[in-house]
């Protein structure tokens, strides 16, 4: 899989539509990868000001109750997005902008549809309706079905000073990453080891960074501004053991066991999986 490393700011990307929308260049659907998820809802509402041309707008928009934003996010932190949720926002997908040029339609904390819901989502995706533009937020691009992005714009936005603000996650990251690479006789299942099925969530798109962290310094991109993990000696010791193609599975193992999480499986059963897989991946 290919990373851009192209970054947009919220000001560079207010602009970046509103020439795309002037020039009437604008794509059906754009994935919105993003560390803090504030700043995804923050720009793409931003966005959605700029392209539904309604001078009423704004304040409707950020308090999504504009007739011409369908806002959908999952019940709470835990839950995942169903298909039911899916089926209920495509039946207004297909109906003409009430009262704005266009439609703007914004799914936050997209990676947590199931795969049941992506794939319900997909005929919207391969037939998007006229003056309807799709934004799917995430903080990474793990879980989505290929066909997913094969659909979509992805644009990476980079939240000024999130590293900074963002201290107590950084520090999570660090841990995980540090109790990953010191991994004694291929345990990790003990690793894996989690009571809430969040925490492995979360510890997955956390490996799944770190990985994607590794191709890109195999390839010769160290701008630290486009990497998760601090470049430290543990670090580059623990890169230099892996080759292209154990990252490269690795990658895609940890994105096929995030969206098994997402479905109605029991957690001892993913992390089972999860312990099997990473160990057949270093031991190749």
């Avoid at 839950?79 to 914004?106: C, F, G």
């Avoid at 997402?262 to 312990?275: G, T």
Wanted: with cysteine; glycine share 2%; net charge neutral.
């Amino acid at each position: 899989m290919k990373f851009s490393s192209e970054l947009f700011d919220k000001e560079k990307s207010v602009d970046f539509f509103r020439v795309l929308n002037e020039r009437n260049k604008l794509s059906a659907a754009y994935l919105v990868l993003c560390s803090s998820e504030d700043y995804a809802r923050e720009t793409v509402l931003e966005i959605a000001v700029e392209l539904m041309g309604d001078s009423t707008a704004p304040k409707r928009v950020k308090e999504l109750s504009h007739p011409d934003i369908i806002w959908l996010e999952a019940e709470n932190k835990t839950a995942t997005i169903k298909i039911d949720s899916i089926r209920n926002i495509s039946s207004k997908v297909n109906l003409k902008p009430y009262e704005a040029k266009k439609k703007v339609v914004i799914i936050n904390e997209a990676c947590k549809m199931n795969e049941a819901a992506q794939n319900a989502f997909l005929k919207t995706l391969e037939e998007p309706p006229q003056d309807t533009i799709i934004f799917l937020l995430s903080n990474e691009i793990i879980g989505f079905l290929e066909t997913i992005i094969s659909r979509c714009k992805v644009i990476r936005l980079n939240a000024q000073g999130i590293k900074e603000n963002n201290k107590v996650a950084l520090k999570a990251s660090s841990e995980a990453i540090d109790n990953f690479i010191n991994v004694k006789n291929d345990n990790y299942l003990t690793f894996f080891n989690f009571e809430d099925k969040n925490d492995y969530r979360q510890t997955l798109k956390i490996l799944y960074c770190f990985f994607r962290d590794a191709a890109c310094l195999k390839n010769g991109i160290n701008d630290k501004s486009l990497l998760l993990t601090d470049i430290n000696k543990g670090f580059l010791e623990f890169v230099k053991k892996l080759n292209s193609t154990k990252i490269t599975k690795a990658i895609e193992t940890i994105d096929k066991m995030y969206r098994y999480s997402m479905s109605n499986v029991n957690l001892r059963l993913c992390q089972i999986d999860a312990a099997q897989s990473f160990k057949e991946i270093m031991e190749s």
